[in-house]
């Protein structure tokens, strides 16, 4: 991580976190299956609507995090891969200087923060989103009786009009630091998990504090195979992907997938 | 100037205040559609704002659609206020006088119109209203000034409140001349909108001075109000958006809209409230001309865009482009650049057709058609094709409450147009009396020479 920004000259726009902590997921592309588990807790986690079909047809399903799939090679040699696409948490977010009415800012814990109640819904911040991880809502909730039964009290139902995304599970990092405080201790590594990573069978989320040195997420954040989506845009996300291992890739063509991202543009 | 008729004060009195005093059949039939039209607009807004953004064609990649192209084109057509009255009060062009005030009586109503689109886009309006007006300083957050949608209401209220100032300075003399005409209620009204003007020579001088000074502090914001609005995409991070020569090529654009939109209402005042004498062929001809040369600047810009956009190997960019030049946009941009150049400029070209009424009001008509589609091209494509790698790529089509509201944004401006057409004179009668006055003939020879002569 840390040599990444190196590399990038980016130091100077490096966010505040005066309280040593800057929330960041590695995202192991080695790992998913693209089995969608997460996108499911993520849902349940968070209150977001259903994407029901009319919803979809119209182009407005809101996932938080969403499987992209990308399909390379011809028929019969056909590989599907994976990447988990959700809120990077950008530390250089395109998305924060454009609202005029600071409803997204960046907190002191390096999250990009959503605040509903200031949204006034310009939706300036979702064409800024260079990964298309913001989501609007273009009708209001219609939620019966007993489907209130299943929402998740510690989220906000949002109302329409309004710009949402993926928040890292806040009330959980939240809920964590409670707990800890109560008990007058430090907050640790692996104390915070947002229900995709909870719910990722192949370990492929792991999610922690970058500024930490010693967690688990930083450690695998210096792996060799890591990059960041988009990365020449300059938005020096806290989401770090780890590539795909191929053992055949000296025989195929250009790695694909999120690598794409970064290598197309080069070569292109 | 040089084909102007002879006329007694009395008589032009009698002309320029015959639409305010006078109410045709035809007045209501117009007050009628456009009251209409705009009811259709009250409806769709209504349904907006109770079911909320999901009645309009507005998705996930695309989330900015006809509102925001209904706004850029909206203030586009404001341009041609300034456009009209400041430059050419600054630079004393005699053949401004009849249109300067329609012109900037256009800018006041499509200013509003386009501040309107604003609120609608959000959906929420009480939310917007509620954070802007009165601004919530109490709990310490202040609005972020790094954001273009700060800059560009401070630019529009800018514009806005200075072409008020702009039409009603102008309008004091009329006012004080309808007080004299009228009677009942309308003369009070008339007393106090024109502030004890009494027309003697202090009164005039202060109003010279006003003019010229407001005409030169407009210009630095008539420039900068289009620029800003294009730095709504231009400050962005999408291809596409993200173009350097958004701020010139957008003001152009403006001024092109805008001064074809003046020629539009000076065709439909001329048969309307009769104003051959007024309205006069030559005034087709100056603004023509003047049309010639925008219409060929904004042709630069736009190549210039495409061109940058081809041939710089940026894959985003030019991907955009790409969609923006395969159909089905590439009939949209076909139908574009004929109406706002391959078609109109020949036809401009030709003193004949410039001086014909009929051609100048179908060629500005095109020419607003293209320039609408212009904006279209700009904002919805574009989001269509964020990033190539990534992720969601989409469609837009309009819902009808868009459409509809579209309708709206014309028959608003119409409907306030004719209102005001109503109410005050349209045409600066002092100002065309001043004309008279100034106007000599000089012989030489046998030739008659017709001058201007100032002070």
């Known amino acids: 991580m840390r040599q990444a920004a190196e590399g990038q000259e980016q130091d100077t726009s490096k966010p505040v976190t005066s309280i040593g902590r800057r929330w960041g997921m590695v995202v192991d592309l080695d790992r998913c299956t693209g089995c969608q588990a997460c996108v499911v807790a993520c849902h349940a986690e968070n209150n977001i609507a259903l994407n029901l079909e009319d919803v979809v047809l119209q182009q407005r399903a809101m996932n938080w995090i969403r499987i992209e799939r990308y399909w390379e090679g011809e028929y019969p040699n056909v590989k599907a891969r994976f990447l988990p696409m959700f809120c990077q948490h950008c530390n250089n977010a395109p998305c924060e200087p454009v609202c005029p009415v600071y409803a997204t800012y960046h907190n002191r814990e390096g999250l990009n923060v959503q605040v509903y109640n200031r949204c006034i819904g310009t939706r300036y911040c979702a064409n800024n989103c260079p990964y298309h991880a913001r989501f609007f809502n273009f009708w209001e909730r219609d939620l019966e009786e007993e489907q209130r039964e299943y929402l998740n009290p510690n989220v906000t139902v949002r109302t329409k009009g309004i710009m949402e995304k993926c928040t890292f599970c806040v009330q959980r990092i939240r809920k964590s630091e409670w707990e800890r405080r109560h008990a007058d201790e430090e907050l640790q590594d692996g104390d915070v998990a947002p229900a995709c990573v909870q719910a990722c069978p192949t370990d492929t989320l792991v999610f922690g504090n970058l500024e930490d040195e010693n967690s688990r997420v930083a450690k695998l954040a210096e792996n060799k195979r890591h990059y960041r989506v988009l990365e020449n845009l300059g938005t020096d996300t806290n989401v770090i992907y780890l590539k795909k291992v191929d053992p055949h890739a000296s025989e195929t063509a250009p790695a694909h997938a999120g690598a794409a991202a970064n290598s197309g543009r080069n070569s292109a | 100037m040089h084909e102007r008729p002879r006329l007694t004060p009395i008589q032009i009195n ?60 909206w203030v586009g057509i404001s341009h041609a206020g300034t456009m009209i009255s400041a430059i050419l009060r600054l630079t004393a062009a005699e053949w401004r006088r009849p249109v300067v005030r329609a012109a900037e009586v256009m800018t006041v109503f499509s200013l509003l119109t386009a501040a309107l689109f604003v609120v609608l886009h959000t959906g929420r309006p009480w939310r917007t209203l509620y ?25 529009i209220f800018t514009y806005l409140t200075g072409s008020i ?35 003697n020579a202090r009164q005039w001088k202060l109003l010279n001075a006003t003019g010229l000074l407001l005409s030169a502090l407009i210009l630095p914001v008539f420039v900068s109000v289009h620029s800003i609005v294009s730095w709504d995409f231009g400050m962005s991070l999408v291809p596409g958006w993200h173009v350097h020569i958004f701020a010139p090529y957008f003001v152009v654009g403006a001024v092109l809209s805008g001064v074809a939109a003046v020629i539009a209402l000076m065709a439909v005042m001329r048969s309307l409230f009769r104003l051959h004498d007024y309205i006069r062929p030559e005034h087709f001809d100056m603004i023509g001309r003047l049309l010639i040369v925008v219409a060929l600047a904004w042709a630069y810009f736009y190549f210039i865009d495409v061109v940058f956009a081809l041939l710089s190997k940026e894959e985003a960019e030019y991907e955009v482009m790409k969609l923006r030049l395969s159909p089905p946009y590439l ?21 004949r057709f410039r001086r014909n009424i009929g051609i100048m009001l179908i060629t500005s008509l095109v020419v607003n058609i293209g320039m609408w589609l212009e904006r279209f091209l700009i904002i919805v494509p574009t989001l269509q094709r964020r990033h190539p790698d990534a992720f969601a790529w989409g469609d837009y089509s309009a819902s009808l409450v868009e459409i509809s509201l579209v309708i709206f944004s014309f028959a608003n401006v119409g409907l306030l147009l004719l209102l005001f057409s109503k109410i005050f004179p349209v045409i600066p009668i002092w100002e065309e009396k001043e004309g008279h006055i100034w106007k000599r003939e000089f012989r030489i020879g046998k030739l008659r020479l017709p001058a201007i002569v100032r002070e």
């Open chain 2, 131 to 155: 954070w802007a007006f009165p601004y919530d300083f109490v709990r310490g957050i202040w609005p972020d000034v790094r954001s273009p949608l700060v800059w560009d209401p401070s630019a």
């Open chain 2, 14 to 73: 009698r002309d320029l205040m015959r639409s305010v005093l006078e109410t045709p059949l035809v007045f209501y039939v117009l007050l009628l559609i456009l009251m209409g039209l705009v009811g259709l607009g009250v409806v769709a807004a209504t349904l907006l704002v109770t079911y909320g953004l999901g009645v309009t064609g507005l998705n996930h990649p695309v989330f900015w659609g006809f509102f925001i192209i209904n706004f850029v084109f």
């Open chain 2, 331 to 351: 009939y949209l941009f076909l139908l574009m650049i004929t109406c706002n150049v391959f078609l109109p400029v020949p036809i401009w070209m030709f003193r």
């Open chain 2, 165 to 199: 100032l702009f039409v009603y300075a102008a309008l004091i003399p009329d006012l004080a001349l309808a007080r004299d005409k009228t009677t009942g209620w309308r003369r009070s009204l008339y007393g106090v909108l024109c502030l004890g003007w009494r027309g």
